[in-house]
């Protein structure tokens, strides 16, 4: 008999040969490690007996008593019972009765002790109670058996693989349960009053009480959390280890930027202007994450901070995930800082443009704020110094761009750009620069923190003023003709409309063909008379940005799109976004398809088209349509879809917590504090357990610590 341990191939617990091995292996379980951690969905109490005397139609109970009388019996219409008579310690019977297993005859037989779980119903007028479950006392056994006698645990279950049968499995397991290595520490444990794991494991699986299962799985949900918290905190802490000059910004510079806007900061932009500004001042690399609705102000804010430091003597450079949004980003950073006196430069891959000062302007005769220059020209001048401020895609990173001295980093749009890609910008420098990444996916400030451990967190939690309302309408089944309408309504007054595709998750090839055959109906049969553009996921970037742009010069009325026009683009002369198949598309994902319209001083309109009549569908978007805050429609999607589908985490390499969610939030915040003293303490580093838990978690990202 080899002996037992946590790595163990499951074969080597008793009676598990390898088809069920096979079965174990499907629902992810090889080792007996493994088994340990599949955890029960929920639990039976079963630990006091009902008296047989006292049991009710309808009743689910347990019953103990021992055989009086046991024979089988082929009903008229052909079905083999087995009934068996129990009595109990009071002298009362009931007729126990099997449905299809006559075979039983041959196992339970008079004199036998038996329990049995299962329903007490009317059966040909009198109450018998039908058995799911049974269990043979064997020498007047007292302590609790597997299944009874006990709060016993039901485990999620596949073809195959019973309850029943995991449950003696599961038992065997926990011989080794001993060899689970503690990865909290000490101090952790007593602070937060958490099980140690080997007890919250015996717990988890045969609790002692109702009250232990909560305790086990807090404890076991706390583990997860924290060791993703600890992870980020260090990881963070690691990178703020890079040697930075003081970005010294001078307060009349700012006062200087303030006082050309056309509008006021709101509060919320002011705040989160405050952190950044104290952390470029800092002697400690800023890694910082800026969230914001979209139309919240980020881009100002952005502005605002690259000036800053440019005035200070530094480059700053913005990243963006598309040509157009770069493009876009160019031309209003410029005319914002037009009349400041720096020099700002547009390097994506297929144009290169620098901004001409105005005196230059005057000088040479130029009509543009900005002049074509060629590329190496270009990297020349970055690598000199002579450009302030570079903003771009990419191609930013990929080309040998090399800058003088890079004192911020921007990075729009984050979600959009890879960790990798994030880490790479980042490492570019030997002068540590500042480091600021933007977002508009809206995700609740304590979920951010357990996400992007390594980051600090700002918030612009506030609309600029006098943002007019999109007005937003569910199409009914049927009535989609209303919405054609109502576009070429808006086209003829000089308008534009964005019509977005079904979404289809299952394949691009589907959605692709989709988006075309949308295009071909709409542009032969609908609007025949009208210009219409087409834009997906499967063009080629420089293709994107024709489309684009051509649709910013409104050479088409009506753009058709996938979901790739989700990104931070702006056409304020486009007033409604016409969603096709509403129902199919997360309500974080609707709110950033609605904020693509809205941005002009037209009063713009989204409308939600759906073809399902189900009470869920219509309930969510009307909870969408009755809703313009970004934070609370993305919490409420979270709660009903789950952060997974939410924030696209599925491909992000977050590990698949087993016990842990990411919608508790209080358990997140508890988790971020208590990491935070042990990392302040620096007691992680003698646990070893721990390390090795951290370790995993990173090579499951990609990254190398
Ligand atoms: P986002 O956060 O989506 O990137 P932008 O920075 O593009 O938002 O801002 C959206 C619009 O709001 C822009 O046209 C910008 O000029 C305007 N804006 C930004 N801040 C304010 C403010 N404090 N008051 C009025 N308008 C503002
Ligand atoms: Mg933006």
Sequence with gaps: MPILTLQSPVTTLWGISDVQAGKLKKLGITTVEELLYHFPSRYCDYRTYATIGRLRSGQEAVIRGTVLQADKQTTQRGRQLFNATLVDDQGKTVKCVWFNQAFLSKV??????????????????????????????????????????????????????????????VMMALEVVEQIAECLPESTLLRQKLLPVVEAMREIHFPNSFEA??????????????????????????????????????????????????????????????????????????????????????????????????????????????????????????SLLKVLGLQIALLTGSKNLVSTPPDAQALLGFEEHFAKVNRSMLKEMIAAGKVDIVIGTQALIEADVTFKDVGLVIIDEQHRFGVEQRAKLHQAQEDTPDFLMMSATPIPRSLALALYGDLDLSVIDQLPPGRQKIVTRIIPPGKKALAYTFI??????????????????????????????????????VFPDLSIGLLH????????????????????????????????IDVPNAVVMLIESAERFGLAQLHQLRGRVGRGEHQSYCVLGTESRTEKAIERLTLFVQSDDGFKIAEADLQLRGPGEVYGLK????PDFRMASLTDFKLIERTRKEAEIVLGENQWQGIKPLQDRMKALAEKEGLLH
Excluded: N
């Design 108 to 169: 339970i037989k008079e004199g036998l002790e038996l329990i049995v779980v299962g329903k007490a119903e009317f059966f040909r007028q009198q109450l018998t109670f039908q058995v799911a479950e049974y269990e043979i006392v064997k020498g007047g056994e007292t302590k609790p058996s597997v299944h009874f006698g006990r709060i016993v645990p039901v485990y999620p279950e596949t073809a195959g693989i019973s309850s029943k049968w995991l449950r003696h499995k």
């Design 213 to 334: 299962v909560d305790q086990a799985r807090d404890r076991l949900a706390f583990e997860e959390l924290f060791v993703l918290q600890l992870r980020g905190l260090i990881r963070k802490s690691e990178l703020q280890q890079g040697k930075k000059t003081k970005r010294v910004w001078k307060q009349e510079d700012v006062l200087a930027f303030l006082k050309q806007l056309p509008f006021e900061l709101t509060g919320a932009q002011s705040k989160v202007l405050r952190e950044i500004l104290d952390d470029i001042a800092g002697g400690v690399p800023m890694r910082r994450l800026l969230e914001g609705d979209v139309g919240s102000g980020k881009t100002i804010v952005a502005a605002l901070a690259m000036f800053v430091v440019a005035k200070a003597g530094f480059q700053a450079t913005l990243m963006v995930p598309t040509e157009i949004l770069a493009e876009q980003h160019f031309h209003k950073v410029t």
């Design 488 to 525: 070429r309504d808006r086209v003829r007054a000089g308008r534009q409309a964005f019509i977005i595709c079904p979404l289809i998750e299952e394949s691009e090839k589907l959605q692709l063909k989709s988006a075309k055959e949308e295009y071909e109906r709409l542009s032969h049969e």
């Design 537 to 568: 996921g499967q063009m080629k970037p420089a293709e994107k940005d024709e489309v684009m742009r051509k649709f910013v010069s409104k050479e088409f009325s009506i753009l058709i799109s996938t979901t790739v026009i989700e990104v931070g």
């Design 651 to 654: 491909q992000s390499g977050l």
